[in-house]
């Protein structure tokens, strides 16, 4: 069986078409991302702007035709932190239904932490307990503590926590120069550490430390000196504290069009990529360890792990 896993986040739409082997891992048959800026001044307004909207229509109408060309059997449409935010999401998940024939869903955070943590520890091999995994989005952070085997299996969750904070919702808000102030920065840092504070998780004993989406994967390349974008070398690297640190600092005091020229960050991730690594190296800052692992697998690998497992997602028409 094929399944179909879309995850609709702040800035990007993206597809997953997996099934399951022999040894039940994943095998991907088409992984991609569009950038769609959906979240584009959702924090200020609290709707979707009309243009970001057709541009998610867009980039369903041609999922459409690779999850019928993959003959999936069975489709997830996953939405979250812009979503849960706008006043007119009716009308996103209409033009959903119309062009997927899937029924959209809003998921909570704390299920979108449950969903990151599964996919996560599916790709992470090997972690030492107990782990934490951040999914660094472009509305919130994802911060969940548990415990995985050695195979990556039997991923437990002990807590989690969903933040609202995220690299576009911090960059609308408060990050506004190009690059940002010094001023800027700090009333960033100060809203991202008072956030920390009251998180209730506690970071300062984590064996494993897992960072997944984009802003994690793109400061990962940045740390590796990588021109283009290698995802073979992205999952599983391991990148220290003071490297992290640094590229962030690197980013907060480069322009967009810097960003852009290093290679592997595309130009719709580097206008937000600077306040995704505030907040990665502030949360950094408090884990006990020296490292974060980098991961591909993500929430799509999550939401297909449910419906190849455990059933989830809905049967689509076959042809």
């Not at 926590?161 to 920065?185: C, K, Q, W």
């Not at 974008?229 to 999952?235: A, I, K, N």
Request: hydrophobic share 40%; aromatic share 4%; glycine share 10%.
């Amino acid at each position: 069986m094929r399944v179909a896993a879309i995850d609709c986040g702040t800035n990007t739409l993206r597809l997953f078409v997996a099934g399951l082997d022999a040894d039940g891992s994943l095998r991907e048959y088409d992984r991609r991302l569009t950038f769609v800026g959906l979240g584009q001044g959702v924090d200020a307004t609290g709707a979707f702007a009309p243009d970001a909207v057709q541009r998610a229509f867009t980039a369903c109408e041609q999922y459409s035709e690779i999850i019928a060309d993959l003959d999936c059997q069975k489709a997830r449409f996953v939405a979250t932190s812009a979503t849960r935010d706008a006043s007119n999401r009716e009308e996103l998940f209409d033009g959903v239904r119309s062009r997927l024939g899937i029924e959209p869903e809003v998921i909570s955070g704390l299920e979108e932490s449950r969903l990151s943590f599964r996919g996560a520890l599916s790709g992470i091999r090997c972690p030492r307990n107990p782990v934490l995994v951040m999914d660094s989005g472009g509305g919130s952070t994802e911060l969940v503590r548990g415990t995985g085997e050695c195979d990556g299996s039997a991923a437990r969750i002990e807590c989690g926590m969903s933040l609202n904070i995220g690299s576009r919702r911090l960059r609308e808000r408060i990050l506004h120069g190009d690059p940002p102030t010094a001023e800027e920065i700090a009333e960033a840092r100060a809203l991202v550490a008072e956030q920390l504070d009251n998180c209730g998780i506690e970071l300062s004993d984590i064996g494993t430390f897992i960072g997944v989406a984009g802003t994690v994967t793109s400061m990962a390349a940045l740390s590796l000196g990588l021109f283009r974008y290698d995802r073979s070398r992205v999952h599983g690297a391991a990148i220290g504290r003071d490297k992290l640190r640094e590229v962030a600092d690197r980013l907060l005091s480069a322009t967009v069009a810097d960003v852009t020229s290093w290679g592997p960050v595309q130009p719709q991730r580097a206008e937000v990529l600077c306040a995704g690594a505030l907040i990665v190296a502030e949360v950094v800052a408090r884990v006990g360890t020296d490292a974060m692992v980098a991961s591909e697998s993500d929430i799509l690998d999550g939401i297909a792990l449910g419906m190849l497992k455990d059933g989830d997602g809905k049967d689509l028409p076959q042809q």
